[in-house]
């Protein structure tokens, strides 16, 4: 788990070295415990590292072999037995890192290596002899990966905030990604970004950079929301009893590690069943962490009488982080700053507070996130439960967008405005290609392979590196994931929702985390703008900076802010915070 930059030149100058190390210098953060730099050819790479697997300096990075030059983000869980493979094929390594598997890998096996790592990655390989960059981002985009061209070249990075710093960026808003952060509720799929001069490349995508510049994508992996023949006499016992058998292995999977692994316990199902699992397997004295925050208005800010429950149980080493208000003010300026891209979600200050004070036991940590957009757990899947396919998008898009496109000519100036609904052309695409047999199929894979990973996933990983804390997610172990598409909707749908996960929990955890009303992460002092954070706000959308880039329409704010608490989206997210999160994001950055 690291930061990493790089420049590829394909017009026959040097890379911009010092370019490539203001843009590692930005990611200390990611990578507090080693940095490297290296230029080769045409191509300069820069690494920040984290220490996880391979604590010596052999899995410094970049890492070069022969006539390749490999920088990389993750973690290969699996990658002590891709290095038998390639000792027992006469390759000889001079590390225990999972890096040195991934170089090797590639030279021996090309793109084939991806169809044989599992875990979470982003890596850029150079190689100086024939000139090519190859760029490769995971199944489910866990690791980010952000990309800006420009005369002569291309750019790369794990942050976008990285690639400011290497000067030379287009900050013009993409007005297309604007369309999506206000309709689609804050989501900007890949391949944009909020900035027209930086894109990010797609989940399970390998990007080839040929030495003149030319360069091709392809999608290597693709799960299929559709029934299989081999399960098709499969009882409910034996849907419960797989979907144990698939995340029993991801969990293990997931404890690979030269430092120890520790669980971020919120009290629900998914990241108590996390625990459960790993106490099952024989992990004792697990390190966990839970997070509140003060209450406001009568609204608790914690969910502690939930996860007490789960570490009683299992006698795990369990850690209260209590967060009183005035800490989340403080903390809305930096977790603002860590943010790849603006996520309006309240729960990013949570992450990040949590995160720092995890980091201070821990360096790995387990979290729970992915399995309700697997396991049909938000209230948006049932209505999709009665209707065809063809009624499926306008039952999606009633539940979950933010606004209706002809609404956005009173949000945005005249400058900001598209003359088409750009989103719902976007989710309409979605729906109706093939791969997904049900109404929900189509609802789940289309928050599996996009909501999920451009919002939940990306504010995980943001926070948590923003503190070097390295987050791994099994509910999005690609296996895992492929067996939830498969399942049969009613199975999903059962139990008020989230059937078969449910069910399979009652088989390992206490039920009084599973027969309870949903939670969300509580961060009372974000969900009702008061007192500084409302003035934070007001002065966000309304200062000089706002006012001079004139992006939404000063009637709409105005009209907002006489009733701060009143205006909310569908899914009860505040309108006023997402407009004054986006001002907000653009002036921390510079933009």
């Known amino acids: 788990m690291c930061g990493f930059a790089g420049e590829h030149r394909f017009d026959g100058r040097h890379p911009d070295d010092r370019a490539v190390a203001r843009m590692a210098a930005t990611m200390d953060d990611r990578g507090p415990d080693g940095q490297g730099m290296e230029v080769l050819g045409r191509v300069a790479l820069g690494h920040r590292r984290l220490k996880i697997i391979d604590l010596s300096d052999a899995g410094a990075q970049p890492m070069r072999r022969d006539s390749h030059g490999l920088v990389f983000n993750g973690c290969i869980y699996n990658y002590p037995?891709?290095?038998?493979?390639?000792?027992?094929?006469?390759?000889?390594?001079?590390?225990?890192?999972?890096?040195?598997?991934?170089?090797?890998?590639?030279?021996?096996?090309?793109?084939?290596?991806?169809?044989?790592?599992?875990?979470?990655?982003?890596?850029?390989?150079?190689?100086e002899r024939t000139g090519e960059t190859v760029l490769a981002r995971d199944r489910l985009g866990i690791k980010p990966l952000y990309l800006a061209e420009g005369a002569g070249r291309l750019r790369f990075a794990s942050t976008l905030p990285a690639l400011l710093a290497g000067g030379g960026i287009d900050t013009e808003i993409d007005l297309v990604a604007l369309h999506h952060y206000l309709t689609f509720h804050s989501v900007v799929p890949a391949p944009r970004t909020i900035l027209r001069g930086v894109r990010k490349l797609p989940p399970a995508t390998i990007m080839r950079i040929a030495g003149d510049g030319t360069t091709s994508q392809r999608t290597y992996w693709k799960a299929e929301w559709a029934r299989r023949e081999d399960r098709s006499d499969w009882t409910h016992a034996d849907w419960v009893d797989g979907t144990l058998d698939v995340m029993r292995r991801a969990v293990t999977r997931r404890l690979v590690a030269d430092v120890p692994v520790g669980v971020l316990l919120s009290g629900g199902l998914d990241s108590s069943l996390v625990v459960g699992l790993l106490a099952e397997q024989g992990q004792q004295g697990l390190s966990t962490f839970s997070v509140g925050f003060g209450a406001i208005r009568g609204e608790a800010g914690d969910e502690f009488e939930y996860s007490d429950i789960i570490a009683r149980e299992f006698d795990t080493d369990h850690h209260q982080i209590r967060v009183p208000g005035l800490r989340t003010l403080e903390a809305l300026p930096p977790t603002i700053a860590a943010m790849n891209e603006p996520m309006v979600?309240?729960?990013?200050?949570?992450?990040?507070?949590?995160?720092?004070?995890?980091?201070?036991?821990?360096?790995?940590?387990?979290?729970?996130?992915?399995?309700?957009?697997?396991?049909?757990?938000?209230?948006?899947?049932?209505?999709?439960?009665?209707?065809?396919?063809?009624?499926?998008?306008?039952?999606?898009?009633?539940?979950?967008?933010?606004?209706?496109?002809?609404?956005?000519?009173?949000?945005?100036?005249?400058?900001?405005?598209?003359?088409?609904?750009?989103?719902?052309?976007?989710?309409?695409?979605?729906?109706?290609?093939?791969?997904?047999?049900?109404?929900?199929?189509?609802?789940?894979?289309?928050?599996?392979?996009?909501?999920?990973?451009?919002?939940?996933?990306?504010?995980?990983?943001?926070?948590?590196?923003?503190?070097?804390?390295?987050?791994?997610?099994?509910?999005?172990?690609?296996?895992?994931?492929?067996?939830?598409?498969?399942?049969?909707?009613?199975?999903?749908?059962?139990?008020?929702?989230?059937?078969?996960?449910?069910?399979?929990?009652?088989?390992?955890?206490?039920?009084?985390?599973?027969?309870?009303?949903?939670?969300?992460?509580?961060?009372?002092?974000?969900?009702?703008?008061?007192?500084?954070?409302?003035?934070?706000?007001?002065?966000?959308?309304?200062?000089?900076?706002?006012?001079?880039?004139?992006?939404?329409?000063?009637?709409?704010?105005?009209?907002?802010?006489?009733?701060?608490?009143?205006?909310?989206?569908?899914?009860?997210?505040n309108r006023l915070w997402q407009l004054a999160l986006l001002e907000l994001w653009l002036q921390t950055h510079g933009v």
């Open 345 to 573: 979600s309240h729960d990013c200050v949570g992450f990040y507070l949590l995160s720092q004070e995890v980091a201070k036991n821990i360096k790995v940590v387990q979290s729970g996130q992915g399995a309700d957009e697997l396991f049909a757990g938000y209230h948006w899947y049932p209505p999709l439960a009665d209707v065809t396919p063809e009624e499926a998008l306008a039952t999606y898009r009633a539940a979950f967008f933010d606004r209706p496109h002809d609404h956005m000519a009173d949000v945005v100036s005249p400058a900001y405005q598209l003359d088409h609904d750009a989103s719902g052309a976007f989710v309409a695409e979605h729906f109706g290609a093939a791969g997904a047999e049900s109404a929900l199929d189509r609802g789940l894979r289309l928050d599996a392979n996009v909501m999920l990973v451009d919002d939940p996933v990306k504010r995980v990983d943001s926070m948590t590196m923003a503190w070097g804390l390295e987050a791994r997610v099994p509910f999005l172990d690609h296996e895992v994931v492929e067996f939830a598409a498969s399942a049969p909707p009613e199975m999903h749908l059962a139990d008020g929702g989230k059937g078969l996960l449910k069910a399979a929990g009652r088989k390992v955890i206490p039920s009084e985390v599973i027969d309870r009303p949903k939670g969300y992460f509580p961060v009372p002092a974000l969900k009702y703008l008061e007192g500084e954070v409302l003035d934070m706000v007001r002065g966000a959308v309304t200062g000089d900076t706002a006012r001079q880039r004139g992006l939404f329409a000063p009637a709409y704010t105005d009209r907002l802010l006489e009733a701060p608490n009143e205006d909310l989206t569908p899914l009860r997210g």
């Open 81 to 127: 037995e891709l290095r038998q493979e390639l000792t027992e094929a006469g390759w000889t390594f001079r590390s225990t890192s999972d890096t040195e598997v991934i170089l090797l890998g590639w030279m021996h096996w090309g793109e084939g290596l991806l169809d044989r790592l599992q875990g979470m990655f982003a890596f850029a390989i150079h190689d």
